[in-house]
């Protein structure tokens, strides 16, 4: 029986080079410390990395593998006659950690007054946002009158915004009518998102809050 593939691991110094005496149609990189220049009968790929290869139509019976990282490099490639499927994926550790673990808030916050047009509320300052932060959860809701465009939206910056758009800008806002008289406005946070150190985080909108008691609320991570 003909072995369908075979794998093989070669070490290069810097700039080295070695020949591998293989038969196969297909090959792929499955590890490598550097790139990697792979040349054979049909010529050469240059500087392909792990997970790279390619697939003929004709037998090769040998490779040159020759390291173009400019450092030592521990190769690992499959050699085969037919192609190698491989989807399967691995995860880092703080990912795993992550899954097993959702991201647990280290800061909430939440307000219930009457919004004033243009005037920010700041849900965390921009002094305590030392090595970045994690905004997990952003939301708001406020009624306008059927007439009045509200604009509304979180949005992290090194000071007070003055506008729904001053700022870099991380909800999405949504309006539809709620009855025949008002407009019902939201904003919210489609994903959690990370934003860079020394920027706070706030929230404010264009028009003053219909009444009091509107909910807004959000949770994060100080890094």
Not at 11 to 16: D, I, K, M, Q, Y
Not at 19 to 37: D, E
Not at 191 to 214: D, E, H, M, R
Request: net charge neutral.
């Amino acid at each position: 029986m003909t072995t369908a593939f075979q794998t093989y691991t070669i070490n290069l110094p810097a700039g080295g080079a070695e020949r591998v005496a293989c038969t196969g149609r297909y090959f792929r990189l499955i590890n490598v410390t550097g790139k990697v220049t792979m040349r054979g009968e049909f010529g050469a790929l240059e500087g392909i990395g792990a997970g790279q290869g390619a697939k003929f139509d004709k037998d090769f019976t040998e490779l040159q593998i020759r390291d173009v990282s400019g450092a030592a490099n521990s190769v690992t490639f499959i050699v085969g006659s037919v192609e190698f499927i491989d989807q399967s994926f691995t995860l880092d550790q703080a990912s795993k950690d992550t899954l097993r673990h959702p991201l647990v808030a280290t800061g909430k916050w939440a307000d219930m007054s009457g919004a004033v047009a243009n005037t920010a509320m700041q849900v965390f300052a921009p002094a305590s946002n030392v090595n970045g932060a994690i905004i997990l959860t952003a939301s708001s809701y406020d009624l306008a009158g059927a007439a009045t465009l509200m604009g509304m939206a979180f949005i992290a910056k090194v000071s007070a915004p003055t506008s729904p758009t001053d700022g870099e800008v991380i909800t999405h806002q949504k309006a539809y009518y709620h009855t025949g008289a008002a407009i019902f406005y939201s904003c919210e946070l489609p994903c959690a998102q990370k934003i860079a150190a020394g920027l706070g985080l706030y929230f404010i909108q264009s028009v003053s809050g219909n009444t009091t008691g509107i909910h807004r609320a959000a949770r994060y991570i100080l890094l």
